[in-house]
T-cell receptor
Framework: EDKVVQSPLSLVVHEGDTVTLNCSYEVTNFRSLLWYKQEKKAPTFLFMLTSSGIEKKSGRLSSILDKKELFSILNITATQTGDSAVYLCAVDRGAGKSTFGDGTTLTVKP | DSGVTQTPKHLITATGQRVTLRCSPRSGDLSVYWYQQSLDQGLQFLIQYYNGEERAKGNILERFSAQQFPDLHSELNLSSLELGDSALYFC???????????????FGEGSRLTVL
């Protein structure tokens, strides 16, 4: 059975801290790994990763994929209260058939 | 705003009833996906349509069905509702849906279904 496991389940940090969120997976027909940020409502797309070892960056967020060890990490540096959200990792198994992890709830305190 | 519109935003109904959730994808997107998000199961892929045709099926119950119309909007029909069907139902869209799929999904704000 396809599985995506995120850790930690929740995390509380203070503004300015750096956090690392983990995502490991066991799926058939891996196409890509995706990170989403879910605040109160709809998940919003952050990154899509298809190749091992190539870091994707967007501002203070970065992510990397290791296809040999079957995991990805999402780093957030200099966290802000606006980074508080649920971060979802998903593996696309082809044509949008994505398996999502349960998410990591990040709380950033002032 | 992702450009994906879902209605209704909230729905309360009784067990045994039937409801229809509606989704309008972003302009130009051919693919529509339905996901169910419940407290104990996270986001679960239900079904995908591409340009009017069913493309992929996930953990969708037989009591549920969906379709995509010529104008590309989609409806998810849930029947013989049970308490356990209470969840947030998301629709997402993407430009492609096959070999041209980029992986980026645009999610609507969801329809929250409560079954009493």
């Amino acid at each position: 059975e396809d599985k995506v496991v995120q850790s930690p389940l929740s995390l509380v940090v203070h503004e300015g801290d750096t956090v690392t969120l983990n995502c490991s997976y066991e799926v058939t027909n891996f196409r890509s790994l995706l990170w989403y940020k879910q605040e109160k409502k709809a998940p919003t797309f952050l990154f899509m990763l298809t190749s091992s070892g190539i870091e994707k960056k967007s501002g203070r967020l970065s992510s990397i994929l290791d296809k040999k060890e079957l995991f990805s990490i999402l780093n957030i540096t200099a966290t802000q209260t606006g980074d508080s959200a649920v971060y979802l990792c998903a593996v696309d198994r082809g044509a949008g058939k994505s398996t999502f992890g349960d998410g990591t709830t990040l709380t950033v305190k002032p | 705003d992702s450009g994906v519109t879902q209605t209704p935003k909230h729905l309360i109904t009784a067990t045994g009833q039937r409801v229809t959730l509606r989704c309008s994808p972003r302009s130009g997107d051919l693919s529509v996906y339905w996901y169910q998000q419940s407290l104990d199961q996270g986001l679960q892929f239900l079904i995908q349509y591409y340009n009017g045709e069913e493309r992929a099926k996930g953990n969708i119950l037989e009591r549920f069905s969906a379709q995509q119309f010529p104008d590309l909007h989609s409806e998810l029909n849930l029947s013989s509702l049970e308490l356990g069907d209470s969840a947030l139902y998301f629709c997402a869209s993407s430009v492609g849906g096959g070999a041209d799929y980029t992986g980026e999904l645009f999610f609507g704000e969801g329809s929250r279904l409560t079954v009493l």
